[in-house]
């Protein structure tokens, strides 16, 4: 069974694809998908040649990510250019990673862009987390070492650009301790494996 994971950043996707591991789970991980891509030299050279070199590193001449996230999460069209040079590879590998993986028990397919790339038609069920605003901020500022606006501007893009209202089966909120949003998961690990 293969379940994708979608939600906003600091909705807590890294959390429960981490409980899902510890039971078995087989993950992919699209950020980490991503983040491959990216040091992908033929990426290197769309890149430059869409947007210039003003997005490499200086001192290696590779994708300064910190730089293009940044920007991306301010310029919407600058986004989805963006995604149109990363995507095709992305997908390519997790269509792959799914069908080599999909006869395992239970495959976790981290990938908060689920809807966005027309990637669904791949999982047997969608869980979305959900968490208050305040809270996404001080998970992001945390995990990313961003300021607070920074932190801000990348949820209001998300808010504006994933698609999170197609159908899903689960909900979680993540919104109390840690323990029951574990508690919570453990209620549908315990449904999924039951199935």
């Not at 909120?173 to 453990?186: G, T, V």
Request: hydrophobic content about 40%.
């Amino acid at each position: 069974m293969v379940i994708g994971i979608i939600g906003e950043s600091g909705a807590g996707k890294s959390t429960a694809t981490s409980f899902f591991q510890t039971k078995g789970a087989f993950v992919i991980s699209a950020d980490l998908i991503v983040k491959y891509v990216y040091n992908l030299p033929e990426t290197k050279e769309k890149i430059v040649k869409k947007f210039g070199e003003n997005f490499l590193n200086q001192n290696d001449d590779t994708v300064n990510l910190l730089a293009l996230r940044k920007y991306a999460f301010e310029n919407y069209e600058f986004l989805v250019k963006l995604e149109e040079i990363i995507w095709p590879e992305m997908k390519k590998i997790i269509v792959r990673e799914v069908n080599q993986h999909k006869k395992e028990r239970l495959v976790i397919l981290d990938c908060a862009v689920l809807f966005n790339a027309n990637l669904d038609y791949l999982v047997d069920k969608v869980l979305l987390l959900k968490s208050n605003h305040e809270l996404q901020i001080k998970r992001i500022k945390d995990r990313d070492h961003v300021s607070d606006s920074d932190a801000d501007s990348l949820l209001n893009l998300q808010k504006n650009h994933l698609i999170l209202d197609k159908k899903v089966d689960y909900i979680v909120n993540n919104n109390n301790s840690l323990e029951n949003f574990i508690d919570d998961l453990k209620k549908i690990y315990q449904e999924l494996i039951n199935k």
